[in-house]
Structure formats: C-alpha cells, structure tokens
C-alpha cells in the first residue's frame, strides 16, 4: 500500500498520520473479512457510516475503546491481534518529543522520524548527500540552507536541531542499526566549504567504527547501478507494523510497505554487492579528507 500525509487538521482530531492509516487499514480489512458494513460497525460504536469511514481512512484515528469494539464485533478473538492493535491504537495517540516540530515541518516528515523511533534497522542509499542521521551540524545547516536559500535564520536552526535530535537513536540505550550505502559522488561534492567537509568525512570515519552503525560506498567506477532513480530508506519495524520504505520526492515523502518495501529491500541488497565496506570505505574517507587541507 502506498501512503502519503497530509497536513489537514480537523477539530478534535489528529492529523492523518501514517500509524493512524496503517491502524484505519487494518480496522477495514477486518470488516470486510467479517462481511460487516460501515453502518454495522457504526452501530456498535455508536457512530454514523459516515465517521466509520473516516476512522478506516486515518483521517479520525481510532482510540483503544473503539478498536476494542472493532475487535469485538468482527468476532477476533486471538489474544495476539488484540494486542497488536492496541498497540497500535495507542501509538496513534502517543506525543514524541518530534510533535513538538509539527509546526515547523511536513506531516510526512512527522511520519518519517516516527518510522525511525520504531524501527529496529534502517537500510539507507543516498546518491547526492550523507544520510542525515550521519550528518555533523555544520554540513546539515549547509544542506538545509541550499534547498532554500530564503529560509530564515530562526527556522534554519529550528530544522538543524530537528535532525541532530534525530541523531540520538543512534546512541540509545537500545540504538537502531543502520546500514548506510553513500554514493562516491557524494562524499566527493564539497558542501560547506573545505573545511565542513573535512570535519563530515572524519565524522563518518568515526562513525564507521560503532558497532551498530555500517557505512559503505558506491565507487563511481560501479558505474549504472540497482537505483537510477535516487535514495530510498527501508526500515526493518517493530511489531506490530510492517516493513515500511520511504522515497523522498520533491512533493513530500512517499511510504510503501508489501512488494513495494521488498522491492526496495532487494534493490538495497544488489548496491550493497556493488559496495565498498570496511578499510577500503576508510581509505577512501581519509584520502577524500587529506586533499581538502
């Protein structure tokens, strides 16, 4: 299923989140399966066919009572899909120290550091910058700054801080795995003046060194490679949620689970073949950063 966010907002209500689309997909696969209409399900919950469908959509994300009564009258009874989508209720309705940015950025954005927060590993490609979970400060205010040369100095920091907080997972008490496949070109393209980028590569070599962090690189002399099209990331979740992958785009970001997600995952397994790893991507960092001085 392919999902994006928006940004709408009704009263009393969250906006249409991703976890609040994948708990309303589960609720309407379940009705269906038990043969039920929206207006019997309404019954139930005391509501009309109209805000059933809406729940179903994630546009009114469900609350536990709700989902309990989904459960109920769609006749499931097995104790371990009760608990994944209460789990998931729950989730829907949770704050994270990212909602308190929701006023500065994008939904899918919102979406995308949740993604993060839940994942257990990420498989990221990226063919024109550094992942930004690997980004030093520097580097981050030099990208963010190029993608909009009009952006405030006060909104500018507000997004910098926003992804060195992103950071923090890295370094958790239970840290995400991240695996990391950088085009060369990337890592060559100076961004911020010599001496950021001097200070970006010895952050990657450094990182390279943590046990739950893997960096790679894509040689330009790989030539045509399994992604044309650009970056993606894939992120291996917790239960209950799927495998999700995002590909950003210049609308907003993209998420897709199922095939989609696979298909993602086995493109991140042939750049990988085609990949420098271990001392070679040292090598490569550290001669990189020897001809900026």
């Not at 940004?7 to 249409?16: C, I, K, Q």
């Not at 994630?58 to 371990?80: F, H, Q, S």
């Not at 024109?128 to 909009?148: C, F, K, M, N």
């Given at each position: 299923?392919?999902?994006?966010?928006?940004?709408?907002?009704?009263?009393?209500?969250?906006?249409s989140?991703?976890?609040?689309?994948?708990?309303?997909?589960?609720?309407?696969?379940?009705r269906?399966a038990?043969?039920?209409?929206?207006?019997?399900?309404?019954e139930?919950?005391?509501?009309?066919?109209?805000?059933v469908?809406?729940?179903?959509?994630?546009?009114?994300?469900?609350?536990?009572?709700e989902?309990?009564?989904?459960?109920?009258?769609?006749?499931?009874?097995?104790?371990?899909?009760?608990?994944?989508?209460?789990?998931?209720?729950?989730?829907?309705?949770?704050?994270?120290?990212?909602?308190?940015?929701?006023?500065?950025?994008?939904?899918?954005?919102?979406?995308?550091?949740?993604?993060?927060?839940?994942?257990?590993?990420?498989?990221?490609?990226?063919?024109?910058?550094?992942?930004?979970l690997?980004?030093?400060?520097e580097?981050?205010?030099?990208?963010?700054?190029?993608?909009?040369?009009?952006?405030?100095?006060?909104?500018?920091?507000?997004?910098?801080?926003?992804?060195?907080?992103?950071?923090?997972?890295?370094?958790?008490?239970?840290?995400?795995?991240?695996?990391?496949?950088?085009?060369?070109?990337?890592?060559?393209?100076?961004?911020?003046?010599?001496?950021?980028?001097?200070?970006?590569?010895?952050?990657?070599?450094?990182?390279?060194?943590?046990?739950?962090?893997?960096?790679?690189?894509?040689?330009?002399?790989?030539g045509?490679?399994?992604?044309?099209n650009?970056?993606?990331?894939?992120f291996?979740?917790?239960?209950?949620?799927?495998?999700?992958?995002?590909?950003?785009?210049?609308?907003?970001?993209?998420?897709?689970?199922?095939?989609?997600?696979?298909?993602?995952?086995?493109?991140?397994?042939?750049?990988?073949?085609?990949?420098?790893?271990?001392?070679?991507?040292?090598r490569?960092?550290?001669?990189?950063?020897?001809?900026?001085?």
């Amino acid at each position: 299923m392919l999902m994006q966010t928006n940004g709408d907002v009704m009263p009393n209500e969250l906006a249409s989140t991703l976890r609040a689309q994948w708990l309303g997909q589960q609720l309407r696969e379940m009705r269906e399966a038990a043969r039920l209409t929206l207006r019997d399900v309404g019954e139930c919950l005391n509501r009309n066919a109209s805000t059933v469908s809406r729940i179903e959509s994630g546009m009114l994300p469900a609350r536990v009572p709700e989902v309990l009564a989904y459960l109920d009258v769609c006749g499931i009874d097995d104790p371990k899909r009760r608990d994944d989508l209460k789990t998931m209720a729950q989730d829907v309705w949770q704050k994270g120290w990212w909602d308190g940015f929701s006023a500065n950025v994008a939904a899918s954005l919102i979406d995308w550091i949740w993604l993060e927060s839940r994942a257990t590993a990420i498989d990221s490609f990226q063919d024109s910058v550094i992942p930004g979970l690997l980004q030093t400060r520097e580097y981050a205010e030099a990208v963010i700054r190029a993608a909009d040369q009009h952006l405030p100095d006060d909104q500018l920091q507000r997004f910098v801080e926003l992804r060195m907080n992103r950071q923090q997972r890295l370094s958790h008490p239970e840290p995400i795995r991240l695996s990391a496949i950088i085009d060369e070109g990337a890592l060559r393209r100076t961004v911020g003046g010599s001496e950021v980028m001097r200070a970006q590569l010895a952050h990657l070599r450094s990182l390279a060194g943590w046990p739950n962090v893997e960096i790679m690189i894509l040689p330009l002399a790989a030539g045509a490679h399994a992604s044309p099209n650009g970056a993606f990331d894939v992120f291996r979740m917790r239960r209950p949620y799927p495998p999700a992958g995002c590909i950003s785009t210049v609308v907003g970001t993209v998420v897709v689970e199922g095939e989609k997600a696979d298909s993602l995952h086995q493109r991140y397994d042939r750049l990988r073949r085609a990949a420098l790893r271990n001392g070679a991507v040292q090598r490569i960092l550290f001669d990189l950063e020897a001809r900026l001085e």
